[in-house]
DNA sequence: AAATGTGGCAACCGCCTGCTA
DNA sequence: TTAGCAGGCGGTTGCCACATT
């Protein structure tokens, strides 16, 4: 593993520690303590600089680091500070007992970070991607107003929800895999039902009027014809699109209607008092809001991978932000 | 069996912060 | 006030091991 050994302009060692260098700094820490890192490598008789010598102590060779693969718990507990910390990997670790900040900083990099990205969660914002969406290719490919379509305007209708996130969703093929990810979703009824509740519903017949202006709209889109435009909400799932239309509605579930709640802080504009009393709220709404079952994902254990399994289950607690008891989030501060 | 691709991670790099004179 | 230094930190690199073609 690390580097071709190697020396620097000053004749020290760079690269892969030997076991020998590794004895020495044992030792001498041993019985002189970590102390000055600057002399420690002379006084130890390390052809290393002080730096180098502190970062293969605190990182590798301290007792008190645990090794191995990470625990539900932990990945879960990093999950959740990385929420609230972001990438301040030594808080981080410093809640996790034995793990370093090196450590747990590839485990996110290797691990988490993708497995969000592929359930289309940024893992910097720990918002759902709109670019994931591949809204600017719609814009520019298409003649629709997506400002209209999305909720902008008093004219909305689900179908058209459901026809914009078609077409966004059937362009790239990383979203396909995505959405054959998730096959226990739910359809729009979740979407209809919290448009309603904001009002954003209006009568019927302003609705057909949209959908008959839609209509016009898709017959311009190239491979889109207008017969593929269902106009009810029983007729949807046979729409346009094909057999990505179930799917399309998870995934937009999933994108546009997890985060609004539950999730609707980031980690840059907040300050952590705020995020912290946002998280204990949300952990409260969750016990209290009739509908917050929905945005927390029924597991497809299919049995497969574990990996998958743990992940899913992982992410299930995550969004609903179960902070572990033995987390004091006091102590963040 | 060989070539190529990918994941994992130890180690390095360079910037930042806090301390001290 | 400021310059120098040590240590801390996050981002990145580069190698090895394993998987895939």
Known sequence: MGRTPSSDKNGLKKGPWTPEEDQKLIQYIQVHGPGN??????????????????????????????RGRFSFEEEETIIQLHSVLGNKWSAIAAR??????????NYWNTHIRKRLLRMGIDPVTHSPRLDFLDLSSLFNSTQLNLSSLLGLQALVNPEIFKLANSLLLSHTHENQELLLQNQ?????????????QNQLLHNQSSISQHNDQLHNQVSE??????????????QSMQGIMGHYMMNNDQMFQKNMMLPLQNYSYSTSDVSENSIIQSLNNNNNNINNNPNSQNFSFDTPLSGAEEEKESYCSNFSNFMKFEIPQSLNFDDLL
């Open 184 to 196: 226990n979703f739910q359809g729009p009824e979740l979407l209809l039902q919290k448009l309603q």
């Open 221 to 234: 889109i190239p491979n889109c014809t207008p017969q593929n435009v269902s106009s009810s909400s029983s």
């Open 96 to 105: 996790l007992p034995g793990r370093t900040d090196n450590e747990i900083k």
């Open 37 to 66: 890192w600057r002399n420690l490598p002379k006084n130890a008789g390390l052809q290393r600089c002080g730096k180098s010598c502190r970062l293969r102590w605190t990182n590798y060779l301290r007792p008190d680091i645990r």
